[in-house]
């Protein structure tokens, strides 16, 4: 059961245009959604996050909007950069009773081509 | 600088034997985990700590064993019970117990192969 969920494994913008990476969940419990990026032969390091209180959360060139009704959030990269070609991982978090947990999602190749 | 160190960053084992993945952070962090990564899949949860000397199952826990007995330290123990293990394990510690409150720092990984 995917609970959160990337419908696009990848994903080509050229240099200076908006990346725009999509992410849907189905449990409305979540109360904190992160985005990740991850290089090659890497660990992922934190990007952005947004509580589930607000509906947008902006951070220099990027901004995670959330539409809770639809249940669905995007990261926005504005200008993209070559450097910003990587997997983005997309997570959620949520009260199982005892901890609160993170659930990823299965990444999206974003790549930044010249 | 302070961080999180796995090592060895490649390993290989033969099939039936125990095999154990380092895990050190020097972030002073309470929590600690383990999350396995498979092609096409996102990171799942094999085991968590909030604090020394417990540690709780994640969602994918069979055949994966944990210690916690110091607070920099949460080693993975992949058995033979397990019955994939091939695959990219990372470690991670947090401040306080997850949640968005309270991101994840991760290492750089280990990738186990197993044949």
């Known amino acids: 059961d995917q609970q959160v969920k990337q419908n696009s494994p990848s994903l080509s913008v050229q240099e200076g245009r908006i990346s725009i990476l999509n992410c849907d969940y189905t449990?409305?419990?979540?109360?904190?959604f992160l985005w990740y990026k991850k290089y090659p032969a890497e660990g992922p390091t934190f990007l952005i996050s947004i509580s589930s209180i607000k509906d947008k959360n902006e951070d220099g060139r990027f901004t995670v909007f959330l539409n809770k009704s639809a249940k669905h959030l995007s990261l926005h990269i504005v200008p993209s950069q070559p450097g910003d070609s990587a997997v983005y991982f997309c997570?959620?978090?949520?009260?199982?009773?005892?901890?609160?947990?993170?659930?990823f999602g299965t990444g999206t190749r974003l790549q930044v081509t010249l | 600088d302070g961080g999180i160190t796995q090592s060895p960053k490649y390993l290989f084992r033969k099939e039936g034997q125990n095999v154990t993945l380092s895990c050190e952070q020097n972030l002073n962090h309470d929590a600690m985990y383990w999350y396995r990564q498979d092609p096409g899949q996102g990171l799942r949860l094999i085991y968590y700590s909030q604090i020394v000397n417990d540690f709780q199952k994640g969602d994918i826990a069979e055949g994966y064993s944990v210690s916690r007995e110091k607070k920099e330290s949460f080693p993975l123990t992949v058995t033979s019970a397990q019955k994939n293990p091939t695959a990219f394990y990372l470690c991670a510690s947090s401040i306080a117990p997850t949640g968005g409150h309270s991101p994840l720092h991760f290492g750089n990984g280990t990738r186990l192969t197993v044949t």
């Open positions: 449990n409305s419990m979540f109360d904190y």
């Open positions: 997570a959620a978090s949520g009260w199982t009773g005892t901890a609160s947990k993170l659930t």
